[in-house]
T-cell receptor, first 112, second 115 residues
């Protein structure tokens, strides 16, 4: 079974731009969660989607948004990029309320 | 709000020896899971071991075991017979079973394994 895939793996943007990251979960997994990982703040939960509905949202500004499609693939969008948005963005998929989330390799976003 | 604290930013262990990584958490919930995740330099996070709060018996997975002290809100990870491949960042994580799949992570412990 293929693992969680994230595209692109690396991205460089400039301040003020917007970016869209994509996550394809493991086949059959309908829950997709997003996390931001930075050296200063560590791993922080962004949001979780299940069946195209946002179930949980972390404490991030409205510039961070996401969505999930009917095939469970998910995208997250960051608008008006700031230098502090530079981070590794991790996606994780799971069956709903199971005990294990499977993480993707992440997208490394650099904002210049 | 739930918090997870890992007080050891870095740990070092000799190959074949045993090392224990510490984790404490704070929650008012009774139904939750605790996890240890490993993030090697390649960055792909993988689950090492999990513990359900209702279970008193400590979880074990081969060379990995936990010491779960519910009253003290402590959840340490013991790695026996350490191997070079164990070198990685280790994250302790908490999940409230009434809040979907949201994980709250600790700050991580970097484990170095000396040959």
């Amino acid at each position: 079974k293929a693992g969680v895939t994230q595209t692109p793996r690396y991205l460089i943007k400039t301040r003020g731009q917007q970016v869209t990251l994509s996550c394809s979960p493991i086949s059959g997994h309908r829950s997709v969660s997003w996390y931001q990982q930075t050296p200063g703040q560590g791993l922080q939960f962004l949001f979780e989607y299940f069946s195209e509905t946002q179930r949980n949202k972390g404490n991030f500004p409205g510039r961070f948004s996401g969505r999930q499609f009917s095939n469970s693939r998910s995208e997250m969008n960051v608008s008006t990029l700031e230098l502090g948005d530079s981070a590794l963005y991790l996606c994780a998929s799971s069956l709903l309320y199971t005990n294990e989330q499977f993480f993707g390799p992440g997208t490394r976003l650099t904002v210049l | 709000a739930q918090t997870v604290t890992q007080s050891q930013p870095e740990m070092s262990v000799q190959e074949a020896e045993t090392v224990t990584l510490s984790c404490t958490y704070d929650t008012s919930e009774s139904d939750y899971y605790l996890f240890w995740y490993k993030q090697p330099p390649s960055r792909q996070m993988i689950l090492v071991i999990r513990q359900e709060a209702y279970k008193q018996q400590n979880a074990t997975e081969n060379r990995f075991s936990v010491n779960f002290q519910k009253a003290a809100k402590s959840f340490s990870l013991k790695i026996s017979d350490s191997q070079l491949g164990d070198a990685a960042m280790y994250f302790c994580a908490y999940r409230n079973n009434n809040a979907g799949n949201m994980l709250t992570f600790g700050g991580g412990t970097r484990l170095m394994v000396k040959p």
